[in-house]
């Protein structure tokens, strides 16, 4: 899996490396990458920022002065830029460059084909304002495809968030290693396609030294992979008794839906047996789709109790029956995963906390934004603000192994480990998708992957299926759970197929 690294740990590799010429690397990679999308002779607005970011855009614009038109707009006093950006400015102006000040007016002569955004990099430091945000604004609008150097300037490296505004990127050619907030939050968004220039600086090992904030372990990493999956090939002679018991509890009056979606999708992804407790005193006794499927009134727990992982929360309510499940089911040795109401019950519940991180089997929560800040008792806002962050901050709290669903969803574990999942759409914004998501990992976990390694494939998994619908025309409009659900079925397999031939 590709290393995620923050702020911190970059500057800890380029102190490591500090010997190296790593902003001359820097500007021929990206002159290189220049010659791979824009015509020689073709016009280029270069955008030199402040600090080194700025550097690096004016060592490419000398590397490109004979074979492209050049704009060079500085931000900034020159004067103060630090020792190698100043250099690599005298550089360019001892070349015949120019330094504008502002965006130049072109007239009737040719429009740019691209421009080199080095305004800010991982030094940006606070919201842009004033002339930064304008001249962000001002490049955003003149609707050119735009190059990001590093990070898409107004972008928070460590976290997606957009600090006031931002380059919105067609690509980005990011240095020495990938930054989580490229693949998380707005990062998608205004990064475009990122492509990594290592700088032939080897991987982050000395990064790995360097503790991040508060509770996170090290670097992150990218799940862009399915892992290892052997633990579900099944033998030739096995029987349903071999592949798990999922539960699954939920589904109060006019929810029944979403209990139902997540029982489904435990039922297409593998488990052997799939049992449904529902609310709704007037529940079928056969979902008539999959009447492959267990329905049954939630209490006695009988077969909850018999289930090798229980899935607690879609469409559950938030009544005092629910919380006597609640309450029950966090004393359950089972593997538990936790979704919907039964986060927003553990929020307004504070002894939940103290039973979860009393349990002894594996604890999943799965939040999405809303209910991560119920839980964490503040903000949307302030959860979206720090994802990484908060999602190891719920994983500690619960002693939960944490997703923090939405656009690259954080998988967080109590001991400060993390990921940002890369694959998933928009399509999945849509009522339902949550409740798959937890069916899969639940399933994933009864037929014997270990409760981290359940979890990392099932959510790679579910956007997976979501991109291998969208690329057939399904979606991302229109997109279902159900579709989901059903394309889950075939990826796993698919994958699974793939491993076994390997
Ligand atoms: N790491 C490496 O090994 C390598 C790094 N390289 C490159 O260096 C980049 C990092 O360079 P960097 O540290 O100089 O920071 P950078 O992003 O240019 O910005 C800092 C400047 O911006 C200013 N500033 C900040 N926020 C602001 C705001 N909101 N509004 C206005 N101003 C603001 C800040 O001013 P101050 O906060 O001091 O007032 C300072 O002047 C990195 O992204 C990569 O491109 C490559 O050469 C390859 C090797
Ligand atoms: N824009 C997006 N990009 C990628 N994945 C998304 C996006 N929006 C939602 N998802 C995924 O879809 C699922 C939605 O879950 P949730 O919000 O709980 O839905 P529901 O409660 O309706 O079931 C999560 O797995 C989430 O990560
Ligand atoms: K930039």
Request: charged share 15%.
């Amino acid at each position: 899996m590709t290393p995620l690294l923050l702020r911190s740990q970059i500057h800890a590799l380029e102190l490591a490396h500090a010997a190296l010429p790593l902003m001359q690397r820097a500007g021929a990679a990206i002159a290189a990458y220049v010659r791979q999308i824009a015509l020689p002779g073709s016009r280029l607005l270069v955008l030199a920022g402040p600090g080194n970011n700025g550097g690096d855009a004016l060592v490419a614009a000398s590397l490109l002065h004979h074979d492209y038109v050049l704009n060079v707009v500085m931000f900034g006093d020159p004067q103060r830029l630090p020792d190698q950006a100043a250099q690599a400015c005298r550089d360019w102006q001892a070349s015949g460059g120019e330094l504008h000040t502002a965006l130049p007016v072109l007239g009737d002569t040719p429009g740019y084909a691209l421009v080199l955004d080095g305004l800010f990099g991982i030094g940006l430091a606070r919201p842009l304002q004033g002339g930064a945000a304008a001249l962000v604004q001002q490049v955003n609008a003149l609707g050119v495809p735009v190059l990001a150097l590093d990070v898409p300037s107004g972008l928070c490296a460590d976290t997606g968030a957009v600090l006031g505004v931002a380059i919105q990127a067609r690509y980005t050619l990011t240095f020495l290693a990938h930054k989580p907030g490229l693949y998380t939050h707005d990062g998608p968004d205004h990064a475009g396609r990122v492509q990594l220039a290592r700088l032939d600086v080897p991987g982050p090992d000395v990064a790995d030294l360097v503790a991040g904030d508060a509770g996170v372990a090290g670097y992150g990493h990218l799940l862009d992979a399915p892992g290892e999956l052997h633990a579900l090939k099944r033998r030739l002679n096995s029987n349903k008794g071999n592949h798990g018991r999922v539960a699954v509890i939920g589904g109060a009056g006019g929810m029944m839906g979403a209990a139902l979606l997540a029982a489904r999708a435990a039922l297409l992804c593998g488990a052997g047996r799939v049992y449904a407790g529902l609310l709704d005193a007037q529940a079928y006794g056969l979902d008539y789709l999959y009447p492959e499927l267990m329905l049954r009134d939630p209490l006695p727990l009988t077969e909850v109790d018999a289930a090798d992982c229980v899935v607690l929360g879609p469409g559950l309510g938030q009544g005092d029956l629910a919380l006597y499940l609640l309450e029950a089911a966090l004393r359950l040795p089972a593997p538990l995963v936790l979704d919907a109401d039964a986060l927003n019950l553990m929020a307004c519940t504070p002894t939940c906390a103290e039973q979860s991180c009393a349990r002894s089997a594996a604890t999943i929560i799965t939040p999405h934004p809303g209910e991560a800040a119920r839980l964490l008792a503040c903000s949307v806002a302030e959860v979206q603000q720090d994802r990484i962050g908060s999602a190891i901050r719920l994983a500690q709290q619960y002693a939960a192994i944490t997703v923090l669903k939405g656009c690259g969803s954080v998988i967080a574990t109590p001991a400060g480990h993390w990921w940002i999942n890369r694959s998933g759409n928009p399509g999945l914004a849509s009522a339902g998708m949550g409740d798959v998501l937890a069916g899969i990992i639940a399933a994933l976990l009864v037929q014997g992957l270990q409760p981290q390694q359940s979890v990392l494939t099932a959510v790679h998994l579910h956007g997976a299926a979501a991109d291998g619908l969208v690329a057939s025309g399904i979606g991302p409009l229109g997109l279902t759970a159900s579709e989901v659900g059903l394309q889950a079925r075939r990826i796993l397999n698919l994958w699974l197929a793939r491993a076994d031939a390997s």
